[in-house]
C-alpha cells in the first residue's frame, strides 16, 4: 500500500481504512462483505468497491494480493476502475477524521505519522474549522501526511500534553505505543493560513522513528501495557476469529 | 538459577523473533490518506462520485497498540 503507484491511484478512490472490531455497524458491514462464514470475521480485509459501496470492483480478500499479483498490478487495475467514474471532479469537503481521538492517536503510531487533532466546544466552531482545515488536508503539500482526529472538549484529550486552553488545531506526536502524545505546534486561530502554518510547523518538527515490532511487543508486555478493542458497552458484541 | 533463566529466555525469544523481521521502517514519500469510519467514507464517495478502496486492519499486534 505505500508503493507510490498504488499512493497515486488512490487519488481517485475516496480510501477507508476501518479498526476491525471497533464499532459493531462496521464490523457486521465487514462480515457480510468479507467473512467466508457468519461472525468469522478475520483482522483484514481488502476490497475495491464501487462508490454506493453495494458492488464490489476487484475480488474481496485479506489483502490486495488475493487479486493482484503486485503494487504495479493493483495500481494498473486501480488506474483502471476510477477513470470509469472520473468524468468531473468534485473537491473534497470534509476532513479524513479518525474514528476516535483514541484511535487516531493509535493509528498515527502504526503507521509513523504525526497527528492533526482538533478540539471545538461547539458545532459553529467545528464547522468553521473543518471549511478551514479540509482542502489544506486535501492539498498536494498535506494530502496523506497526518492522521486526523477531533474532540469537543479538552478534557477528552488527557493523553496529549501541551494543548492550549480553547478550540485549537494541533499537531501531535504519538508515542511509541500511540497511547500518548505531545504537542509539536499549535494555534487557536480558524484562519486557514495560520492552520496551514502550524501544520507545516508540525510537520517540520517531528522526527518519524522506525520500530522493531518484536522490541515494541515485548517492551509492552513487561509494561502491562494491551490494546483493548472500543471500551464501550456494545463492545461485547464484537469478537474476533 | 536466575542467570538460567535468563539465558533460556533469550534463547526462547531468539526462536520465536528471528531477526530483521517485523522492522517497521520510518516512512517516505507520499502516502494515501483514509477515511477512519464507514460513513463519512462512503457519503463522500457518494458525493465525489468516486470508487471506493476499502481495508480493514486491527491497529495492535499481540494486543500491543501502536503496530499493525
Known amino acids: 500500500m505505500s508503493s507510490q503507484a498504488v499512493v497515486a491511484a488512490s487519488r481517485g478512490f475516496i480510501c477507508i481504512r476501518l479498526a476491525c472490531f471497533e464499532n459493531p455497524e462496521e464490523t457486521a458491514f465487514l462480515n457480510e462483505l468479507a467473512a467466508k462464514k457468519p461472525g468469522k470475521l478475520k483482522n483484514s480485509t481488502f476490497a475495491l468497491l464501487t462508490p454506493d459501496a453495494k458492488t464490489r470492483i476487484s475480488r474481496v480478500g485479506r489483502t490486495p494480493f488475493v487479486s493482484y499479483e503486485s503494487d504495479a498490478a493493483l495500481a494498473e487495475a486501480m488506474q483502471k476502475a476510477s477513470e470509469k467514474y472520473s468524468e468531473q471532479e468534485t473537491p473534497p469537503r470534509s476532513v479524513p477524521w479518525s474514528a476516535s481521538l483514541r484511535l487516531g492517536l493509535n493509528i498515527a503510531s502504526c503507521d509513523i505519522v504525526p497527528l492533526v487533532m482538533v478540539v471545538a466546544s461547539s458545532e459553529e466552531s467545528r464547522n468553521s474549522i473543518e471549511q478551514a482545515l479540509a482542502p489544506i488536508a486535501w492539498s498536494p503539500e498535506f494530502v496523506g501526511v497526518f492522521e486526523y482526529a477531533r474532540v469537543a472538549a479538552l478534557e477528552e484529550a488527557k493523553a496529549i500534553s501541551g494543548v492550549p486552553q480553547g478550540d485549537c488545531v494541533v499537531v501531535v506526536e504519538p508515542n511509541e505505543f500511540g497511547l500518548a502524545g505531545k504537542v509539536l505546534a499549535a494555534t487557536t486561530s480558524i484562519e486557514p493560513a495560520a492552520i496551514a502554518e502550524t501544520l507545516r510547523a508540525g510537520r517540520q518538527a517531528y522526527v518519524p522513528k522506525g520500530k522493531d515490532t518484536h522490541s515494541l511487543i515485548d517492551a509492552a508486555r513487561a509494561l502491562d501495557i494491551r490494546w483493548r478493542d472500543d471500551p464501550g458497552p456494545e463492545a461485547h458484541r464484537i469478537r474476533r476469529d | ?68
Open chain 2, 1 to 68: 538459577m536466575i542467570g538460567s533463566l535468563v539465558f533460556a529466555c533469550t534463547l526462547l525469544f531468539q526462536e520465536q523473533w528471528p531477526e530483521g523481521r517485523g522492522v517497521v521502517p520510518a516512512p517516505t514519500g507520499e502516502r494515501i490518506s483514509w477515511y477512519g469510519t464507514l460513513a463519512a467514507g462512503t457519503a463522500e464517495a457518494a458525493r465525489q462520485k468516486k470508487p471506493i478502496m476499502l481495508v480493514a486492519a486491527a491497529p495492535e499486534c499481540q494486543n500491543t497498540p501502536g503496530v499493525w
